[in-house]
């Protein structure tokens, strides 16, 4: 069973940056849209940035100019550069991979960010 790896979370500064990866554990064919999720604490899971195997991006609007997501297709690789960090940032951020044709998606562990006042 293949497995959504990530990595990069960790604690930071408000006004600090941190660069979230993640890659599958195995082969993935047909991987369509690449994305991240969050959940803050005691609220729900909500989306953060996505990317088309296009290159077509979406973003909340509460990261917009300050994250961006990119992805080595080569790698089935994801990234989520996050800048300008501030508190409210603070969740656990999710990798998804959605595949072609809504045949199915991959969900990672989740990785824990927390930016301090």
């Known amino acids: 069973q293949v497995q959504l790896v990530e990595s990069g979370g960790g604690l930071v500064q408000a006004g600090g940056s941190l660069r979230l990866s993640c890659a599958p554990s195995?082969?993935?064919?047909?991987?369509?849209?690449m994305g991240w999720y969050r959940q803050p604490p005691g609220k729900q899971r909500e989306l953060v940035a996505s990317?088309?195997?296009?290159?077509?991006?979406n973003y909340a609007d509460s990261v917009k100019g300050r994250f961006t997501i990119s992805r080595e297709n080569a790698k089935n690789t994801v990234y989520l550069h996050m800048s300008s960090l501030k508190p409210e940032d603070t969740a656990v951020y999710y990798c998804?991979?959605?595949?072609?044709?809504?045949?199915?998606?991959?969900w990672g562990q989740g990785t824990q960010v927390t930016v301090s006042s």
């Open positions: 990317m088309t195997s296009g290159g077509s991006t």
């Open positions: 998804n991979l959605q595949l072609m044709f809504g045949v199915r998606d991959y």
């Open positions: 195995g082969s993935i064919f047909r991987i369509n849209v």
